[in-house]
């Protein structure tokens, strides 16, 4: 039971790097006061709720309008380890952002154990696709379409830079402009090995297809478009390190990225980054766009 299983850790101590609400024991006041806020800017903003992009049954996103029409696009995708969280606890983030002249998204998408992360990973994509085509209607700039994520939303904003949009949906290879990842996971091996497995249910076959540690292209293949990513100094060793591995893997392909640690920040504190104009990570996502 105590054999090491992952970076010479035990099990017991693998499951304490991953369990982030353990490490962190005020999270909930974390989304008390996100689910507060976000319903102050769903009521004080221009939304269109629960537009679907799929046939799931949470394959829908909640879309804040731009001041003006032809506004670059930051869509977040939510957390809470593939199986918990709503997009409805990050609306609030999209007021900074209509100040600094975006339109915002968030996007929801069936979770476990009801459907795999390879499904999940499909569905984002398929979201993405969607909000492409839909960009003249919603008033957005199809060629300045940026992604982001927090935790397992960072995993899966990372899959879909990671897509040939050419090759599987026909659309341009550049449909995001840039990728930002929040405290990501980027290999899901030490997941099958932890307290998630039992939840998540991954096999070889989808931590090999679905880790982007496994699935970066050379860019003497296919030259990815932007991607940053950001982690807290107060996050647990683990997500930390994941960062690093994936950042030098990254490099080693030839692509190129911006990273951040953040002194102070934990898994939670960090995502209030986010609504702050004046934030490092704010300013990174938003040059996304350029």
């Given at each position: ?6 970076r ?7 499951d ?45 996103l ?154 970066i ?54 995502v ?11 300013r990174a ?6």
């Amino acid at each position: 039971m105590n054999d090491v299983t992952w970076r010479g850790w035990d099990k017991a101590e693998l499951d304490r790097q991953l369990n982030q609400r353990q490490h962190t024991p005020e999270h909930s006041q974390h989304f008390s006061r996100w689910a507060a806020e976000s319903a102050v800017a769903r009521e004080e903003l221009a939304v269109r709720r629960d537009l679907a992009y799929g046939k799931g049954p949470l394959q829908k996103l909640d879309y804040f309008l731009p001041s003006e029409a032809g506004a670059p696009l930051l869509a977040f995708i939510h957390g809470g380890y593939w199986q918990s969280l709503d997009k409805g606890d990050f609306s609030f983030p999209a007021s900074a952002f209509k100040e600094a002249g975006f339109a915002y998204a968030s996007i929801n998408y069936d979770m476990a154990p009801h459907v795999s992360i390879p499904e999940m990973v499909k569905q984002i994509r398929d979201a993405v696709a969607w909000l492409h085509e839909h960009a003249e209607e919603l008033q957005f700039d199809p060629d300045r379409l940026v992604l982001a994520g927090h935790s397992a939303g960072g995993h899966l904003a990372v899959m879909a830079l990671l897509t040939d949009w050419q090759a599987d949906y026909g659309l341009p290879p550049d449909t995001l402009k840039g990728v930002g990842s929040i405290s990501g996971l980027y290999d899901l091996a030490p997941l099958a090995q932890s307290y998630q497995q039992p939840i998540l249910q991954l096999d070889e076959a989808a931590v090999q297809a679905a880790s982007p540690q496994y699935n970066i292209p050379p860019a003497s293949v296919r030259r990815l478009p932007k991607l940053f990513m950001a982690v807290g100094r107060a996050e647990t060793e683990e997500f930390q390190q994941q960062q690093r591995d994936f950042a030098q893997a990254w490099k080693a392909a030839g692509q190129t990225s911006e990273t951040l640690e953040l002194p102070g920040r934990n898994h939670f504190s960090i995502v209030d980054s986010l609504a702050d104009s004046r934030h490092a990570v704010f300013r990174a996502l938003c040059r996304l766009a350029d």
